[in-house]
């Protein structure tokens, strides 16, 4: 397709959507671009395959065998503070837990969560939760 249909689709598409100034619309093109070459550096870096968050893969039978070696643990939530990211409708917090574990000395980690507001009330300072950790990588930890 040349520029000009191209142009025709953006205006197409963007037909319902608020319209931003343009010094806010070049700004979000710039972001957009930068998240696009942070993904493509990624992907370079992984041979191509898509890595997981948290430590955790998108494949879920590895994840199943990560669960089940994982040092079991519990995390109190220290502090919950909102990144400003969000997902569809939920945000993305960076949870501060104090891990303590029978097999493991106390360690403290931040760990990224998208929290749904109603979910929000489960992760305030002083809640306990279950978690699962690496002795060999203390800076991640999955939750259950």
């Known amino acids: 397709m040349g520029m ?3 142009l025709g689709r953006i205006w197409d598409a ?3 959507n608020p319209r931003p100034g343009l010094a806010e619309g070049l700004s979000m093109a710039a972001d957009a671009a930068e998240g696009a070459q942070r993904m ?6 992984t041979g191509g395959v898509p890595q997981g968050v948290n430590g955790q893969s998108f494949n879920p039978f590895e994840n199943m065998q990560g669960m089940a ?5 519990t995390g109190t939530v220290v502090s919950i503070v909102d990144t400003g990211e969000k997902f569809q409708e939920a945000s993305i917090y960076d949870v501060t837990l104090d891990v303590k ?8 980690v931040v760990h990224r969560q998208m929290i749904a507001a109603a979910a929000l009330g489960n992760w305030q300072p002083g809640k306990m939760l279950p978690v699962r950790f690496d002795p060999a990588n203390l800076t991640q930890v999955t939750i259950g």
């Open 4 to 6: 000009l249909d191209d």
């Open 14 to 16: 963007s037909k319902d």
């Open 40 to 45: 493509r550096e990624q992907l370079a870096a």
């Open 69 to 73: 070696a994982a040092t079991r643990g």
């Open 101 to 108: 574990s029978d097999t493991h000395p106390d360690f403290q």
